[in-house]
Nanobody
Framework: VQLQASGGGLVQAGGSLRLSCTAS????????MAWFRQAPGKERVFVAL????????YYATSVKGRFTISGDNPKNMVFLQMNSLKPEDTGVYYC?????????????????WGQGTQVTVSS
């Protein structure tokens, strides 16, 4: 699976952004799609995931109630709507795909990664 993320940018605190991830290749092998983020000098951390059916979503505590993950299966796309953004949301956001059954928030358990898109939230 090849992934392409887009939609990042610079936004003031309290603002919104919508990230998009387009998948190509053997998308039928993907059971989960997720977003991770990595702040400068820090490890990559889980943000949100969605099952291939779209029936189940799961969020990191830090973004719950502010971010919404959704999918458009016919277009092989996944979105991350980010509202009420905070400076601590700043980082490079990556979309990832997992082909193995079983929910995971660990980056190393994901098979394919997009190139990342920068999100910067100013205070």
């Amino acid at each position: 699976v090849q992934l392409q993320a887009s939609g990042g940018g610079l936004v003031q605190a309290g603002g919104s952004l919508r990230l998009s991830c387009t998948a190509s290749g053997r998308t039928d092998r993907s059971h989960f799609m997720a977003w991770f983020r990595q702040a400068p000098g820090k490890e990559r951390v889980f943000v949100a995931l969605i099952t291939s059916s779209g029936e189940t979503t799961y969020y990191a505590t830090s973004v719950k109630g502010r971010f919404t993950i959704s999918g458009d299966n016919p277009k092989n796309m996944v979105f991350l709507q980010m509202n009420s953004l905070k400076p601590e949301d700043t980082g490079v956001y990556y979309c990832a795909s997992r082909s193995v059954m079983g929910l995971s928030t660990t980056p190393s358990n994901y098979d394919s990664w997009g190139q990342g898109t920068q999100v910067t939230v100013s205070s």
